[in-house]
């Protein structure tokens, strides 16, 4: 009985009469509920099937890489004023944060925006040289700023270093902002508001982090212009598409991904 029951037996004939009921476009032209019931089998455990996919035309390809390639315009058009954004809230200081090294074309530009917006204080903040570096003889990238911001005519009692002794490997713009807020909060300026400057595109990055260490006042940022490449052209030169991509990727992080630890 279980043999024929696609077959001749009174339950394949019920089994056939249901298909062909609830599927009669599917199952129109097998006369017999074999054929059928074999069709069935057949849709229910092949291996391979044939679908309709959509593609684009080359109209579509010609809108597509249109599309594309405003989009990567924009994006070179943009960016980098984006990193690199000049917005001071007229804080009561400036901080400064070195990086590596700062010419003496960046230090001239720290102190006209010093004087431009007459701050009470400025203080620099980077990390210590370490036993044979070069420029070991300034102690740190803080104080050698220091220094070379008095011999251009900042006077002494404006002018705060603060080094960082222990530099970690990572958020190291976040714990410079911890390390300079709890120097201000030591010399009294709890409430100051504050203008963060830095070079070039790693300005937005800063003022990102120095907000997320400053919650409860204003912080404002000021990107010193560098001399190294042609700004309106950053992506003709070497030094620009280098820094321009490691911000981008930097920033990304900063915003979206990076979170103040619980203290």
């Not at 019920?14 to 599927?23: D, E, G, K, Q, R």
């Not at 684009?56 to 390809?61: A, D, I, K, N, R």
């Not at 009561?92 to 720290?110: A, C, E, G, H, R």
């Not at 490691?246 to 103040?260: D, G, N, T, V, W």
């Amino acid at each position: 009985m279980l043999l024929r029951w696609g077959g001749e037996s009174l339950i394949g004939k019920v089994f056939a009469h249901i298909l062909n009921y609830c599927y009669p476009s599917t199952f129109s032209g097998l006369e017999t509920p074999q054929k059928r019931l074999f069709y069935l089998m057949g849709k229910l455990f092949r291996l391979t099937t044939i679908r309709e996919r959509r593609v684009l035309t080359p109209v579509g390809w010609v809108t597509l890489s249109m599309a594309f390639g405003f989009v990567l315009v924009l994006i070179i058009l943009f960016v980098h004023p984006f990193l690199a954004p000049t917005k001071p809230v007229g804080g009561d200081v400036l901080v400064v944060d070195v990086l590596n090294w700062f010419s003496d074309y960046d230090l001239k530009k720290v102190k006209e925006q010093f004087e431009k917006g007459r701050y009470k204080l400025l203080i620099t903040v980077g990390k210590k040289y370490g036993v044979g570096h070069p420029l070991a003889h300034y102690k740190s990238v803080a104080d050698g700023a220091a220094l070379r911001l008095y011999a251009q005519g900042v006077l002494p009692g404006k002018i705060i270093a603060v080094p960082i002794t222990v530099y970690p490997r990572t958020d190291r713009t976040y714990y410079k902002a911890l390390v300079v807020k709890k120097r201000l909060d030591k010399m009294g300026f709890i409430q100051a508001s504050i203008d963060v400057a830095s070079i070039g595109v790693h300005a937005r990055r800063s003022w990102v982090l120095f907000k997320k260490a400053f919650p409860l006042i204003d912080v404002g940022v000021i990107s010193i212009r560098p001399n190294s490449y042609d700004t309106s052209r950053w992506w003709l030169y070497s030094a620009g598409v280098r820094n321009v991509i490691s911000e981008s990727i930097a920033y990304i992080y900063a915003r979206f991904i990076f979170s103040p630890p619980i203290k």
